[in-house]
């Protein structure tokens, strides 16, 4: 399996949080996290950064932010330029989308922890 370098944006260290699992998961399957979010703290040994760090050599870029507050980082994930942008359900944003397509960027609606539980990530 390859190590696909991923930065979960909208990070968080409750438990019942789709971005706390993805974190988890993606660490269990030996995947490089990144995790940004409001708070810090810390999910399955990775430190949660409220600042938007410089990043590079991003393969995903996994959006657990709601549209609106996905605007704040429209620079910094073009910025990124990640391989691919995952939309999990709830964080659908056609302006984002269309703003990926423009720097190609691929981007995908899906659910994070279904892509790896199936093996598809």
């Known amino acids: ?17 789709y971005a706390y699992k993805a974190i988890t998961m993606l ?10 979010g409001q708070n810090t703290g810390e ?13 590079s050599n ?4 996994s959006l657990y932010l709601n549209p609106i ?4 980082y429209y620079n ?9 942008v995952i939309f999990n359900p709830g964080t659908e944003n056609p ?3 269309q703003l990926l397509e423009l720097n190609n960027i691929k981007s995908e609606n899906a659910c ?7 093996n598809r990530y």
């Open 1 to 17: 399996m390859k190590n696909k370098k991923t930065v979960v944006l909208g990070a968080s260290t409750k438990p019942e949080r």
């Open 27 to 36: 660490t269990e399957k030996g995947h490089s996290v990144l995790a940004i």
């Open 43 to 55: 999910v399955a040994g990775i430190k949660i950064k409220t600042k938007a760090i410089p990043l």
């Open 58 to 61: 991003i393969d995903t870029i």
């Open 69 to 72: 507050r996905q605007r704040d």
């Open 76 to 84: 910094y994930i073009l910025e990124a330029k990640p391989k691919r």
């Open 95 to 97: 302006e984002l989308k």
């Open 112 to 118: 994070t922890l279904v892509l790896l539980t199936t």
